[in-house]
C-alpha cells in the first residue's frame, strides 16, 4: 500500500524557517519523482519545488533562493527546507510522487500519490 506522510508544518514569524518532511512507502521510491505542492484557502494547489530520480529540481519562481527540496532515497524520505517565509507562503503543503521519475511536471492531476498534508501558517 503507498504511502505518502508529511510532517513538520506549524506556524512561525514572517523571515522564520520549517523543514517540512514526506516519508514514503509502498513502492520504488527511488526511481519516482517527488514534489512538493502547496494549495491556500480559495486558490488552485500549485506545484512549489520538486526532484526528480537523478536529482534534478525545479522551483516555483515565488520560492526561488527560498526553499530548498531534497532526499533521502536510504530513508525513502522527502524535505522541503522553507527559509525567509512570508504571510503568503500560509498553505497546506502536499507531498506527492509521479512513476516516470525522468521529468517532474507542473500540474497536479499527472501525480499519482498524494499525502494527507501539513499546514504551514506564516504571521506577518
Known amino acids: 500500500q503507498v504511502q505518502l506522510v508529511e510532517s513538520g508544518g506549524g506556524s512561525v514569524q514572517t523571515g522564520g524557517s520549517l523543514r517540512l518532511s514526506c516519508v514514503a512507502s509502498g513502492f520504488t521510491y527511488s526511481t519516482y519523482c517527488m514534489a512538493w505542492f502547496r494549495q491556500a484557502p480559495g486558490k488552485e494547489r500549485g506545484r512549489v519545488a520538486s526532484i526528480d530520480s537523478v536529482g534534478r529540481r525545479g522551483y516555483a519562481d515565488s520560492v526561488k533562493g527560498r526553499f530548498t527540496i531534497s532526499k533521502d532515497n536510504a530513508m525513502n524520505s522527502l524535505y522541503l527546507q522553507m527559509d525567509n517565509l512570508k504571510p503568503e507562503d500560509t498553505a497546506m503543503y502536499y507531498c506527492?510522487?509521479?512513476?516516470?521519475?525522468?521529468?517532474?511536471?507542473?500540474?497536479?492531476?499527472?501525480?499519482?500519490?498524494w499525502g494527507q498534508g501539513t499546514q504551514v501558517t506564516v504571521a506577518s
Open positions: 506527492a510522487a509521479l512513476r516516470n521519475g525522468w521529468y517532474c511536471p507542473l500540474g497536479r492531476n499527472d501525480y499519482n500519490y
